[in-house]
């Protein structure tokens, strides 16, 4: 594993270190692409992931939450039978380009150096992030079964599908709130040929996932003998 990860050694079995980071967080309650660095491959994530990012979205009419999806409180219930397959696809239109967005306050970012959904938590009073802009290379209808449909997005860095489900409601004059979410996709990596599972989390699939990763990189990686903090420590900063 220490091989396949880049880090070199002194031979001793005891006090080794090897270092992860990932390249993104996922809502609490998505699923799908996050990759993680390892040794070395700490250092390469910002350049490997500044590419687009692909997710599967399902979104359901008529109801809004605090946190914008299923997780949250029901803040708000509108009807939605008026709506079709077409004003739907038509409004899709709005959304894709260089658009402006709110994050929403249920998220990663932070103020004072804490997130504002941990200051969501505690019930302090936390306004609103000003809209920011943001790219949608793609957006499209996959199905719709009122109340339900089912998005897929690809999309640039600092953008929130959560965001994106509850405008489309409000642009449809009623409220959405987003229900499932998948990221298929992250730079370079994708949820079907790159995926390690949790049933496959040991040190031989690791090790064979990372073989496999190799094809990806940017080039042949670097063999610059790598910082020692401690004897038998070795140590690579995580970005």
């Not at 949250?72 to 239109?93: A, H, M, R, S």
């Not at 380009?97 to 804490?114: F, T």
């Not at 941990?118 to 943001?134: D, I």
């Amino acid at each position: 594993l220490f091989t396949e990860a880049g880090v070199q050694t002194n031979g001793k079995k005891r006090n080794r270190v090897l270092k992860i980071g990932h390249g993104g967080t996922l809502d609490s309650a998505a699923a799908g692409v996050l990759v993680v660095g390892i040794g070395k491959g700490t250092k390469m994530l910002r350049t490997m992931l500044a590419g687009s990012k692909k997710y599967t979205a399902i979104g359901l009419l008529g109801q809004a939450t605090d946190t914008l999806d299923a997780t949250g409180k029901v803040t708000e219930e509108k009807p939605y039978d008026q709506i079709t397959q077409g004003d739907l696809e038509n409004v899709l239109q709005k959304f894709t380009g260089d658009i402006m967005q709110v994050p929403p306050l249920y998220s990663a970012l932070k103020k004072d150096g804490e997130r504002l959904s941990t200051l969501m938590k505690r019930g302090e009073a936390v306004e609103a992030k000003p809209a920011r802009p943001v790219r949608v290379y793609s957006l499209s209808l996959q199905r719709f079964h009122p109340p339900l449909f089912t998005l897929d997005v690809e999309c640039g860095g600092g953008f929130y599908v959560r965001s994106l489900v509850s405008d489309i409601g409000k642009e449809l004059s009623t409220c959405a709130t987003m229900q499932e979410l998948t990221r298929t996709k992250h730079g370079p990596f994708t949820l079907e040929e790159h995926a390690l599972y949790e049933d496959k989390w040991t040190i031989d699939e690791i090790a064979r996932s990372l073989e496999h990763c190799t094809s990806l990189l940017p080039g042949e990686p670097s063999h610059k003998k790598l910082k020692t903090e401690h004897p038998g420590e070795t140590a690579v900063s995580c970005e």
